[in-house]
């Protein structure tokens, strides 16, 4: 039988080929975006753990001829007060509370930091470790031979301890507990004030203004902004909040003393300017995509402006809202130039107690690290990477449930 | 204010011009709507039936470039005066529209969200049963009330509708052509519903559907184009008459089928 669909069969095939040649292109688009995004991953972890060389000042097992974890306080108190000058002792008493006081797993951490005092001779990275081992074990031999006390150990970066310390100057020692605690601070008192104020605007702007020479003025200024660098925003908050302002923002308003601007507060405030023009904009785009056969059946059965907001533009809004705070609060949790600016400190080991309180974040502490000389700190840094990467997925799934949980309401 | 009018119309416009910026879509309309009947308003497209239609609630208050002139009077009250509520008059002359457009909500909710907002002060439960009947929807949702209204078929949406606008008590109810979007069965039910309704209520209904302002209306209101493309009515007067002894060549050409 003739096949019926043969006619011009050279031109048919060309224009085949033609999608096929745009559907190539595509993927390879697509694929170049997984492999940035690997590679990334992929170095961090890399960096994130691998084996690494210690030697300690004082040998940790010949302090008492057993492991330290096995000893008892009164012995850690000992041995702290055996190896320390009577001054140093009274610093640390004044810092932590009487030695006597203190339970096991602090007085230990004493004893590593003040006594044992443990330096990373040589670290690994992850890819070295599985795949160079041969080579390690002679290097590490030859190492062995200067110097006899070695510890060799496997160390993944992100762990339990580095979670929950604060900042050291010793790598091994440094944590990131103040500046999770600092960013997370920072992102409520972002979200408080840029939410509300983000989706009241979107809402003006959309139901309430009128098309007319002023509002396009507004309109143009809130798009141009979502594109401003945000160091500028970093400048905006220094003017405005830590020295304008700085009576609010260091709490002097309410009584608390010895404090200057440079506090949670104006960083949170800085950083919901910075992601204001974000937040409006994404909402404005959710507001605008609910159909406008919704709004005209409420306005048809006599609902008022406001009753056909507040039951069913917002409501069918919200998912998108939602979705534009989620990317918005990303933004603000990675960016760092605005917080250096408004005087965020890597050097804070005190956590935040409040929004009067100095303040460190994670890209602060990120970017702190990844410029000091020693490579144990890129270490850190990657391990405070993966950390950051947590937060930042933690809050987003958080939204993502929430914004399911409200789509589904109703449908 | 009130004037010397015929009260027993349930719409009476006067002199209506109706405008979007400077273009005129229709022009010099006077029209009776009389009460608990249906009337009909056909023509070809884009002549102004739903501009008119819609101008009836003021639903074109949304467009920012309208603009009406003339006096369209309800209860002898003209409803474009600077005095009235859009939110009353919508209350009281509801709408129907061409896509069905239940609330993405519980068919319970739909029906009972618009008197709750009007302030209804009664059994919420009972009304919406009530209006559900009235809509002759009641037997296939009575025991899904808490689905949600998109969860019914196109003509069941469409029904969905209508109930809510009756939950309001409306004394008027508009249509613009809610039979479009739906197939002829659907159709077929909306239109014995309407007459049903007819007995309570006035309805007016814009619709391409020559047949179904033959059939479904008791007055049909015919309007076209002019050359400068506004719209205007050219016969008003009982159905039967307009499609069988029209009174206006363009009438008749219309129906007949040789123009539009």
Partial sequence: MNNIFTSPRSILAARHARGKFWRGVFFSSTLIGLIALAALILTILNRAAGLVVITDAVDRNSLAGRPLTELTRPELVTILQDHLTRTRLRTLERNNGPLDSLDEETLINLVMEQVVKPTIRKSYTLAETLFQRAAIEQEIAAMRAETPNLQVEFRSWLNPGFLTRSMSATPELAGVRTAVLGSLWIIAITILVAFPIGVGAAIYLEEYASENRVNRIIQTNIDNLAGVPSIVYGILGLAIFVRTLSHLTSGAVFGIQGSNGRTILSAGLTMALLILPILIINAQEAIRAVPASLRQASYGLGATRWQTIWHHVLPNALPGILTGTILAISRALGETAPLILVGASSLINKDPTGVFSFFTALPIQIYNWTARPQPEFRNIAAAAILVLLVVLLSLNSVAIVLRNRLSKRGT | ?260
Wanted: glycine fraction near 6%; hydrophobic fraction near 35%.
């Fill in chain 2, 1 to 260: 204010m009130t004037h010397e009018t015929n009260n027993h119309y349930a719409i009476e416009t006067r002199g209506v011009n109706l405008y979007y910026g400077n273009f005129r879509a229709v022009k010099d309309v006077d029209l009776q709507i009389v009460p608990q009947k249906i009337t009909a308003i056909i023509g070809p497209s884009g002549c102004g039936k739903s501009t008119v239609l819609r101008s009836f609630n003021r639903m074109n208050d949304f467009v920012p470039s309208f603009r009406m002139e003339g006096e369209i009077l309800f209860h002898g009250q003209n409803i474009y005066a600077e005095d009235v509520d859009p939110v009353m008059v919508r209350q009281r002359i509801g709408m129907v529209f061409q896509k069905p457009n239940p609330f993405p909500k519980s068919i319970y909710e739909n029906v009972a969200w618009g008197a709750r907002i009007n302030g209804y002060k009664g059994n919420l439960d009972e009304l919406v049963e009530q209006t559900l009947r009235d809509a002759a929807l009641w037997d296939e949702v009575k025991d899904n009330l808490k689905k949600s209204g998109l969860s019914l078929s196109g003509g069941q949406q469409q029904r969905l509708c209508i109930a809510r606008a009756l939950a309001v008590k409306p004394e008027i109810i508009l249509m613009d052509e809610p039979c479009s979007a739906l197939d002829p069965i659907a159709t077929l039910k909306i239109e014995e519903l309407m007459r049903e309704l007819s007995r309570q209520y006035t309805i007016i209904i814009v619709t391409h559907n020559m047949q179904q302002a033959a059939r479904a209306s008791d007055y049909t209101a015919f309007f076209t184009m002019d050359d400068d493309r506004a719209g205007l009515m050219v016969e008003y007067g009982e159905t039967h008459q307009i499609f069988t002894n029209p009174r206006d060549q363009r009438t008749e050409d219309y129906i007949t089928g040789r123009f539009g």
